[in-house]
C-alpha cells in the first residue's frame, strides 16, 4: 500500500514537472491581438517661399495594422528648448512658427489595413511673415473606433516637421562658443563635445569633423551632421572609439554653407591604468639604463680599472 502511495506521489510530482515546464508550450484557441501602426511621408518638409506666396503640397498615410481606422490631421507648432534641443510642440519665446500657414483638403480620412491614401496640403504665407526660418508640426493620429468586430481604444501618432524660410536677405551666423574633452580616456573611446552658436535668421546644416592624431604615427576622424536654428546654441557630442593606447593631439572643425570655423588643439591620453603603469616601469627602466652609462662615461679609466682589480 505504501509502495503504491509513493509511486502515485511520484507519478503526480512528474505530471505538475512536465506541465509547468511545457506550459509554454502548450497552446490554446484564442483570439490574436490586433496590430495597429500608421506611417506618414514624408517625415519633413522644406519650403523656400516670399511673404504673399500660395503653395501646395501632399503627405502619404499608411495603415500598417490589421485594422480599420479613421485618422485626423492637426498642426502644432514647434520649437526646441536647451543645448540638448528636446523637442517641444508649442510656441516658446524667440521661435518663428508656421502652423497657422497650413491647412487640409480633408481634416479626417478613414483607412482600411494596409490602405494608403494621399492628402493634399494648401500653403499660404502672410504678406507680412518676417524673413528668415519659420517652423511648424504636422500630425496624424488615429481617433478611438468602437464596432461589434473591431475597436480600437488607443491613439497612434505620427508627425512630419515643416521647415520654411521665407525670402529676402537669409543669414546664417555660426560660431563655437566653446570646446571641450577629457585628458585622459581610459576606455580607448575619445569624447568631444563642441557648443555651436547661430546668431542668424535661419537654421543652418552644419558638418562638423573631429579630428585625432596620434603622437608618431595615426590619425582618425568622425563627422556629423545638424541643424543649428536660428537665435540658440546648441551641444554637439562627439566620439571616436576603439583608439589604440597613445598621445592624441585633437580638434575639430564645422562647415555650413561656405562657412567654417576651426577650434584649438586638445591633447588626450588615451590609455588604461595598467597600461599607465606598464609605461611607467619601462620608463623607469630605461631613464635607469641611461643614468648608468652615464656615470660610466664620467668616470676615469684609471678608476674604472681599480674598481675592477678591486672586484678581482
Given amino acids: 500500500m505504501l509502495r503504491a502511495s509513493n509511486q502515485i506521489a511520484k507519478s503526480v510530482i512528474i505530471i505538475i514537472f512536465v506541465f509547468l515546464f511545457q506550459a509554454p508550450n502548450i497552446s490554446f484557441a484564442q483570439n490574436e491581438p490586433s496590430k495597429e501602426g500608421i506611417e506618414l511621408k514624408p ?4 519650403y523656400q517661399l516670399s511673404p504673399g ?3 501646395g503640397d501632399k503627405l502619404t498615410i499608411k495603415n500598417l495594422g490589421t485594422l480599420s481606422v479613421n485618422i485626423k490631421f492637426y498642426l502644432e507648432p514647434y520649437g526646441l528648448e536647451g543645448e540638448q534641443y528636446e523637442q517641444k ?8 512658427t508656421a502652423e497657422e500657414w497650413i491647412s487640409f483638403d480633408k481634416d ?5 489595413p494596409d490602405e494608403e491614401k494621399t492628402v493634399l496640403i494648401n500653403i499660404n504665407v502672410p504678406g507680412n511673415a518676417e524673413v528668415g526660418g519659420h517652423y511648424g508640426a504636422i500630425f496624424a493620429e488615429t481617433t478611438p473606433k468602437d464596432s461589434q468586430t473591431e475597436s480600437i481604444k488607443t491613439s497612434k501618432r505620427v508627425g512630419a516637421l515643416v521647415y520654411f524660410e521665407i525670402g529676402g536677405e537669409l543669414t546664417k551666423n555660426l560660431s563655437v562658443e566653446s570646446y571641450s574633452s577629457k585628458w585622459w580616456s581610459k576606455n580607448n573611446t575619445l569624447e568631444y563635445n ?3 552658436k547661430n546668431s542668424g535668421n535661419t537654421h543652418a546644416l552644419t558638418n562638423t569633423t573631429l579630428y585625432a592624431k596620434r603622437f608618431g604615427f595615426g590619425s582618425w ?4 551632421k545638424a541643424n543649428i536654428f536660428p537665435g540658440t546654441i546648441r551641444k554637439i557630442d562627439m566620439n571616436i572609439s576603439d583608439l589604440s593606447p597613445g598621445l592624441y593631439r585633437v580638434r575639430a572643425k564645422v562647415s555650413a554653407d561656405g562657412l567654417q570655423e576651426e577650434t584649438g588643439t586638445r591633447w588626450v591620453l588615451v590609455a ?4 599607465i603603469a606598464l609605461a611607467a616601469l619601462l620608463l623607469i627602466a630605461i631613464t ?12 676615469p679609466a684609471k678608476d674604472r680599472k681599480q674598481q675592477l682589480e678591486t672586484r678581482i
Avoid at 108 to 112: F, M, P, V
Avoid at 272 to 275: A, D, P, R
Fill in 272 to 275: 588604461s591604468v595598467w597600461q
Fill in 89 to 96: 510642440f508649442e510656441k516658446l519665446p524667440g521661435w518663428k
Fill in 221 to 224: 576622424s568622425v563627422e556629423k
Fill in 53 to 55: 506666396d500660395k503653395s
Fill in 43 to 46: 517625415s519633413r518638409l522644406n
Fill in 288 to 299: 635607469t639604463l641611461i643614468v648608468n652609462k652615464l656615470k660610466n662615461k664620467k668616470t
Fill in 108 to 112: 479626417e480620412i478613414e483607412l482600411n
Fill in 194 to 196: 563642441l557648443r555651436i
